[in-house]
């Protein structure tokens, strides 16, 4: 644009930043800003919010509550917006306090919060390990009517998970098909068998992966680790070696968690040849053993004496 001796405005600028937050490169983004205020062209709230955004996923959430400081200063304040992605920003920094700060001043200011901003502050609740923080931000969403979404209680599943809750992943689950969404494989699913699992409940983590293929929703690499994980932590290792051969057959290549938690299981029914197999086939697949693998075999083979 220069060399064309066009000067770039406003939003050249915020177009450019807006860029560079899609590209990951947060520091382009901030050089840009800065780059604006010394050819003393002023930042609106686009440009300051997609910077925000940048710094979101650059997980960089010190800079994000900066510029959020810097709109109040020049008097036309943060929208909802640049608040969700800074609580967005907190999210990522594990910053939960912070997400709730900011939640807390966009009422303050008299600004709707979007289903965006809460998804955004549970998820902060279930990096922080708030299970009861990510439940009350969840139910507060009804309460001023505004709706759920998919990430908003994948976001509280994992919550619940993290905090070993394995009742309250499988109500919010339940929730999903009562407000009429459907589940993702991530967040909803391998959540919620991930926190079965924890929570020692093998014969529902097998359920929720039976419920997967009933509504043609493909379980992913997680989804099966953690019913193999729920198989040994419930002794069973008849599922968890079903569960293993059954990735090979729907194309799934079983990584280190899933062979390991196989071994574990087999050790734990005292089934030794069968942990000894196991070893051996991750060799066979090119799948490096670890310190875990190995001493569940070892502990296998000490049960078979």
């Known amino acids: 644009m220069r060399e064309a001796t066009w000067e770039p405005n406003v939003i050249s600028y915020s177009a450019g930043i807006s860029a560079c937050a899609d590209g990951e490169q947060w ?3 901030l050089a840009l800003l800065s780059e604006m205020r010394e050819a003393k062209i002023e930042p609106n709230v686009i440009s300051y919010s997609a910077g925000i955004n940048a710094c979101a996923k650059g997980e960089q959430w010190q800079r994000s509550l900066v510029l959020l400081s810097e709109m109040w200063e020049a008097k036309f304040g943060p929208d909802v917006i640049s608040y969700s992605a ?12 912070q997400a709730l700060a900011l939640l807390s001043e966009m009422w303050e200011a008299k600004l ?69 969404l459907v589940p993702d494989v991530i967040f909803s699913y391998s959540a919620g068998i991930s926190a079965c699992e924890k929570g020692e409940q ?92 190995y001493s569940a075999g070892i502990s296998a083979c000490e049960k078979g004496e």
Do not use: D, H
């Open 202 to 293: 093998w014969q529902r983590a097998l359920s929720l992966l039976g419920q997967m293929w009933e509504i043609k929703l493909k379980p992913n690499i997680f989804s099966y680790s953690a019913g193999i994980s729920a198989c040994e932590k419930g002794e069973q290792w008849q599922p968890a070696l079903a569960l293993l051969s059954e990735m090979w057959e729907v194309k799934l290549e079983p990584n280190i968690f899933s062979y390991s938690a196989g071994i574990s299981a087999c050790e734990k029914g005292e089934q030794w040849q069968r942990a000894l197999s196991l070893l051996s086939e991750m060799w066979e697949v090119k799948l490096e053993r670890n310190v875990i693998s």
């Open 86 to 97: 800074g609580i967005s920003a907190c999210a990522k920094g594990e910053q939960w306090q």
């Open 112 to 180: 709707e919060a979007e289903v965006i901003s809460y998804s955004a502050g549970i998820g902060a609740c279930e990096k922080g390990g708030q299970w009861r923080m990510a439940l009350v931000l969840l139910s507060g969403m009804c309460e001023v009517t505004v709706k759920p979404n998919v990430i908003s209680f994948g976001a509280g599943i994992s919550a619940c998970e993290k905090g070993e809750k394995w009742q309250m992943a499988l109500v919010l689950l339940k929730e999903i098909w009562e407000a009429k």
């Open 27 to 29: 520091q382009r983004a």
